[in-house]
């Protein structure tokens, strides 16, 4: 029985444990858990495949045909020459037939190379957009940890004002039982009691809801409960400086390999104007096959070469052509217009991260400032130099102080995130 008990605890224990959770561990999880990169991965490997089948339009062809059938009447061929008469039936009733041909290209205008560069382009395009997807994927994990990070240092800050708060009211319960506080220190020691326990409560509860919105990105049950284990570290913003956009920006790269498909698919219908030439061979075997006065089985070789050359009257080949051209100069123009609008963001994240970092500093300063008064409070209040009320006040001065400290310290981080992720670096 007390086997049956220790089992059971150690199985309560076991669910209820917080999961450790780094924020790298998050980003793959995400990215894991993740439909829409799973779907743009996907279509990936379609395009891909598309490579591939271009690449195979560069080998023979070989293609079988084969037949038998039975006609009830055959034509005759009847010549009446001096002398005699020639009586011969064409055919047979009976036909077998198999046709085997092998056809290579040997010159098209462009047409298959300039397909396998128009999949290769469409493939490394969506290449560049799942990148993107991912990502920005990786880049909302980050923030959510940040955002839970900072709801843990809420809760660390609502927690040490409580626990100041209760110092406080023990100090007026017992200048209360020496009869040196009244009862309106009472009430108002109480009710800051009371005000700081609903604030631990409410950073909870956010820190829960927060917790909530990341397991669900992660994929994971919404009833675990997780441990961060990375601490961020101290802002600096002396190694942040803005030169331009990454090479490797997704976005960007995508609307590079989006250009260069409308090049090859101008190339594609400029080969309208080239002949195709290919060159076959073929064996064929059947019966009545090339000997059509005979019923046997037979066969026989063909080798040759083929031309094709069309064109449309009507000029449809050279509006492609121009419609190709077109759309290289829209997709230039949507990189430029893209190119010029994240570079304004990341100047604009640039100036919010400086402003962060001076929030943080001046946060930082005002904190030390708030708990150096506390202290010099509190050694007052106990000496009879202050009220109780007076003390209340500067300890909610320090509770906010604190909070607003900490809180600033991860909206730097936050925007760092944002300002990376905009710029194009792999951070």
Known sequence: ?????????????????????????????ASSHSFELKKAKAQSQAYLENVNAQKANRYPTLGLDAKALYNSNTAQLN????????????????????????????YTGGKISSGINLAQATYEMNQSLASATSNRIEYLAKSEYLKLYQADLMIQSAQASLERIKVISRDINSAFSAGAADSLNLIEVNYNLNEAELGLKQAQTNRRSQEIMLL????????????????????????????????????????????????????????????????FGGYSYGKPNIDMFSGDFNDNFTVGATLNWSFNLGGKTSSQTRMAQYQIETAQNEYDR???????????????????????????????????????AQTKHRAGGISSNRLLEIENDLGRSEAAMLSSKVAYHIILAQYNYIVGNEK
């Not at 992660?218 to 331009?244: Q, R």
Request: aromatic share 6%; glycine share 4%.
């Open 1 to 29: 029985m007390r086997v049956l008990i220790l089992f059971l605890l150690l199985t309560i224990g076991s669910n209820t444990a917080a999961r450790d959770l780094a924020i790298d561990e998050a980003v793959q999880l």
């Open 79 to 106: 010549l009446d020459l001096p002398g005699f008469t020639l009586n011969r039936e064409i055919g047979s009733n009976d036909i077998y037939q198999a046709d085997l041909k092998l056809s290579v290209p040997l």
């Open 216 to 279: 669900s990105m992660m994929g994971l049950p919404t009833d675990e409960k997780l441990n961060l284990t990375d601490k961020i570290i101290e802002p600096d913003i002396a190694n942040v400086t803005f030169s331009g956009l990454s090479e490797n920006k997704s976005e960007l790269s995508a609307i590079t390999h989006s250009i260069e498909m409308n090049r090859q698919l101008k190339s594609q219908y400029q080969s309208a104007y080239y002949p195709t030439v290919a060159l």
């Open 338 to 376: 893209l190119n010029d609008e994240l570079t304004t963001q990341a100047k604009t994240a640039l100036e919010n991260l400086k402003l962060a970092n001076e929030n943080y500093i001046i946060k930082s300063a005002s904190y030390k400032l708030a708990s150096d008064n506390y202290r010099l």
